[in-house]
């Protein structure tokens, strides 16, 4: 694993668990609670990272309801 898989996987450790929001802003960023925003300087995950989590998220979803619309017609 590269060192930045490795932050990435910290990071969404953070996000998961159940520290107090105070605890998480320090760690992931400020706004992190009210915006999803992390700080770059802070996670150590690179933007590019991120956008592409979030695009192949939103691309599986797209799936799964085009699934369920297909098969909602049989």
Sequence with gaps: YSSVDMCELAMNSVIQSGFEAEV????????YLETGQTEVHKTNVPLSRLKYRSSTLKQEYAIIDQMSKEKGDV
């Design 24 to 31: 998480k802003r320090h760690w992931i960023g400020r706004e």
